[in-house]
């Protein structure tokens, strides 16, 4: 297939970029760089498989030649008011990526008769009050909160998507994105695992937003790609959450973090404030997965910080 990835210079669009090359695809990378990063696609110069076009999704998109699949991940995707580039501190662009980034990539689908997937996300479910997240739970969001210019986008694009496939007939899908890491992610995003690997690996505290009692449930980056592709290729049409159910509160997560780096400072967890509307609890309940794609995740937590620990200690030059 002709696949156009929007977002590809991303931490995940460039995992997925090498996975569709590897199974045959010529793929079709546009981002704008906002988060993204020019390293995550060197490896694929001079790739007779991969073209990159620098664009910003939020306005008409226009590709030469033929496309049979749009894959949209194009989105500011960090929640940390901390780092620059956290969508906090891009909330018009998060929201333009979102709403007229999806309509313009649906509209990339409907002029080539393509088929169409959302990169959606966990974000949708807000601030859960049912425990697992089951796909059919409808979320507690707050509008107007601080994280609302992603969850509301989002929430839209997910929308619009359906109403692309009632309305248009497009072949669409929707996968709900719980958190991920792996090699690639940005050391400045300002999320729970850059900077807990990045602070036990310069020896200092971890920094605990809150109680630390909060959950999260983590996906290593190979896992998520496989159950996307097979999303991809099935024929069914309601959004389907992706992730890992091993869920770990943070205070957990830290000292995981300081055994696997041997980090000293280990014991010493630094109080600061909890973000505004950080969900309590997070965790996917994958039965939809499993039951449509038999996907499930195969890579435990601790296998995958083992196997991220590399790219960061290459990154900070250690
Ligand atoms: P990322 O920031 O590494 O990648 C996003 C990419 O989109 C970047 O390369 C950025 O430059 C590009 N982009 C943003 N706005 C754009 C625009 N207007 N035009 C063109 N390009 C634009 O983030 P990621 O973690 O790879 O996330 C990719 C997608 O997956 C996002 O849609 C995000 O919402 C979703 N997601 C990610 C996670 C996760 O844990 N990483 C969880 C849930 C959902
Ligand atoms: N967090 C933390 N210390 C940090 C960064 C994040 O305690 O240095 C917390 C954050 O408040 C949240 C959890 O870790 O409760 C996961 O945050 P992340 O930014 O990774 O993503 P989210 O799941 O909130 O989108």
Known sequence: MHILLTGAAGFLGSHLTNRLIAEGHDVIGLDNFITGNKDNLAHLAGNPHFSFIRHDVSNFIFVPGEIDYVLHFASPASPNPASPLGYPNLPIQTLKAGALGTHNSLGVARAYGAKFLLASTSEIYGDPLEHPQKETYRGNVDPTGTRSVYDEAKRFAEALT??????????????RIFNTYGPRMRLDDGRVVPNFLQQALRGEPLTIYGDGMQTRSFCYVDDLIEGI???????????????????????????????????????????AKRLG??????????????????????????????????????????
């Open 162 to 175: 359906m109403a692309y496939h009632r309305f248009h007939h497009i072949d669409t899908h929707i996968v």
């Open 277 to 318: 509307n950080d969900p309590q609890r997070r965790q996917p309940d994958i039965t939809r997965a499993k039951t449509i794609l038999n996907w499930e995740p195969k890579v435990n937590f601790r296998e995958g910080l083992l196997a991220t620990l590399p790219y960061f200690k290459q990154k900070m030059a250690l």
């Open 229 to 271: 592709y097979r999303l991809m290729l099935s024929d069914y049409h309601e959004p389907v959450n992706i992730g890992n159910p091993n869920e770990i509160s943070i205070c957990e997560f830290a000292d995981l973090v300081n055994e696997l780096t041997g980090n000293q400072a280990g014991t010493i967890i630094k109080m």
